[in-house]
């Protein structure tokens, strides 16, 4: 027999109007707008930007307000507002090389042209808590220099290395149509581009894990950080009834380009091989633990024995999304009271066959 | 071939790119001043503005194959004005009445009559736009590396 059951939902609505004041906190203290949590809370609203794979900074900045700074929240939210927009098309590939750099550092080569440059950045700080961020105050306006002539013209490190033939060059663009695991469910297995989609929307947490899986043996790449750059690019995109590329704003990313170490063949000279990361807003440690996980993710293409999770797809691509994640491990919380019904009368069953036939066991014994 | 609204040739659908950069990345009160500064007519909708999504693709390597990176909110608005010129705009963001200004400007700047009203009017968000770029440029410059070399030991 099957019972529905049903109730609490008077419950459910006080709890809504609890967590609601739980929400805003002491009402004491001045409530947060949206804008505030958009400039002050910035990296935050990058995350939230990047694992709901919708770059729009207001909107993840009320989603974090309403998600009460929970990201996979907040994700949530996000991915959800998504569904209810029509989409107008796909955007022509953004160029990173064009890209306005506010950061642009690189660990393999130490002049470049263009130069390094650091930008906002926690890299050398002493990581004190600055109590002086407890009260209020101005902040010393940033220092300003001429840029030098060469500042607007950043070639990719890469680009440096591939003159001498050093690194593989980056797959063509054959004109092939591009994967897209929000329309397609992920067939496997899955090409790069696909599982940079999947790598670009995932966990930081997960994607960060796997990528230092492989520095500590599970699938080593000994990667070197070829470059990383932070900046606005320009997104472009072709309305049907204008026929041209429209520009619809600028987008700010973070590019990291891992250099990895490849063994020549008998066919091939040796060359350095890649590892790519790309990210919605500024988040080196997302975009270098893609780059990590996109080479450890080429072992077969390339001739390497797969051996560990950051090299098996399947294992990357089917538990890197925070927001599926957190679905089926929280739908445990739900009511299971009809199945739980069930285990619990096997189990008693079981129980009592257990019994009945030890104590046969006994008086036969005896 | 000779450019007509029609058929507009590669150096004024160039400069019309340009007037819609410039729109997207303006406030929505720089181009409420710019219409105001124009007493643009009334528009009337072609389209309503809606907001939907593009999916912004990048390039495998930064230079190869095309993915999927993610989407990007974009609010489009399409416009007639009284005297049948039209004007389009594509913007990331969710903002629906700014979108439509910018439609509106790029239906006036169309007519080569008006284009130099309109790019004047234009004239100061270039300039903050300009400004903003400018001061963020010297700001990165200042946190450019100067590596020294330090010898050490005999040579």
Redesign the interface.
């Known amino acids: 027999m099957y019972v529905a059951v049903k109730g609490g939902e008077a419950a459910i609505d006080n709890a809504h109007r609890l967590l609601a004041e739980a929400r805003r906190g002491d009402p004491a203290v001045p409530e947060l707008t949206v804008a505030q949590i958009r400039e002050q809370m910035a990296l935050l609203v990058d995350r939230v ?2 694992e709901g ?4 900074p ?2 993840a900045a009320l989603a974090l307000k309403q998600a009460r700074g929970d990201v996979v929240e907040a994700v949530f939210l996000v991915r959800a507002y ?1 569904t209810t ?10 160029d ?2 064009a890209m ?4 642009r550092v690189s660990a393999t080569f ?2 470049l042209p263009g ?5 906002p950045t926690f890299d050398y700080t002493h990581r004190l808590i600055d109590f002086a961020l407890a009260a209020e105050g101005a902040v010393e306006p ?7 002539d060469d ?1 607007g013209t950043c070639p ?1 490190v ?2 440096l290395l591939a003159q001498d033939g050093l690194i593989e ?6 004109g ?1 149509p ?5 329309r397609e469910p992920v067939d496997y297995p899955a090409d ?3 599982r ?2 999947a790598l ?2 995932g966990d930081e947490g997960f994607v960060l894990g796997l990528g230092y899986s492989t520095q500590r043996g599970y699938g080593r790449t000994h990667p070197f950080v070829g470059e990383i750059r932070v900046g606005e690019v ?2 472009t ?1 072709v ?1 049907e ?2 026929g ?8 700010r ?1 973070t ?1 990291c ?1 891992m250099v990895n170490q490849f063994k020549g063949s008998g066919a091939a000279p040796p060359q350095f091989t ?1 590892g ?1 990361g ?1 990210t ?1 807003g500024q988040s080196e440690r997302k975009a270098m633990a893609m780059a990590l996980v996109d080479r450890a993710l080429r072992a077969e293409e390339l001739g390497e024995p797969v051996a560990s999770p950051a090299q098996d797809q399947e294992f990357v691509l089917a538990h890197c999304d925070s927001l599926q994640a957190t679905g089926f491990v929280e739908h445990l919380k739900l009511p299971h009271y009809v199945d739980f019904q069930a285990e619990l009368e096997l189990v008693r069953r079981l129980r009592a066959e257990f019994f009945r036939d030890s104590d046969s066991m006994q008086e036969a014994a005896e | 071939m000779a450019t007509s609204p029609l058929h507009p040739g590669p150096e004024e659908i160039a400069a019309r790119q340009v007037v819609m950069a410039l729109c997207a990345d303006a406030s929505r009160d720089d181009l409420d001043a710019a219409l105001q500064a124009l007493a643009a007519p009334n528009a009337e909708d072609l389209r309503p503005p809606e907001t939907g999504l593009v999916m912004a693709t990048g390039r495998i390597g930064g230079d190869g194959r095309p993915f999927n990176l993610g989407e990007v909110s974009v609010t489009r608005a399409a416009i007639r004005l009284p005297d049948g010129a039209t004007g389009f705009a594509y913007h990331l963001g969710r903002d629906r009445t700014k979108a439509r200004l910018a439609a509106t400007l790029d239906a006036l700047w169309q007519d080569p009559a008006r284009r130099a009203r309109v790019e004047a009017a234009l004239r100061s968000a270039a300039e903050k736009a300009e400004a903003a770029r400018r001061q963020a440029a010297r700001r990165t410059a200042a946190t450019r590396v100067e590596f020294l070399t330090v010898a050490r030991g005999e040579d």
């Open positions: 930007m990047a794979s919708l770059y729009d207001d909107l998504r927009l029509p989409r107008f098309g796909a955007s022509a590939p953004v990173t090389g306005a750099v506010a950061r130490k002049d130069g390094q440059v650091l930008g940033a220092a300003e220099a001429e840029p030098r500042a990719r890469t680009d060059p980056s797959p063509p663009d054959d092939a591009v994967g897209d695991l929000t790069r581009a696909l940079l989609q670009a929307r320009a997104v995109f309305p009834e204008l041209f590329p429209v520009p619809l704003g600028r987008i990313l590019e380009q890649r790519y790309l919605f």
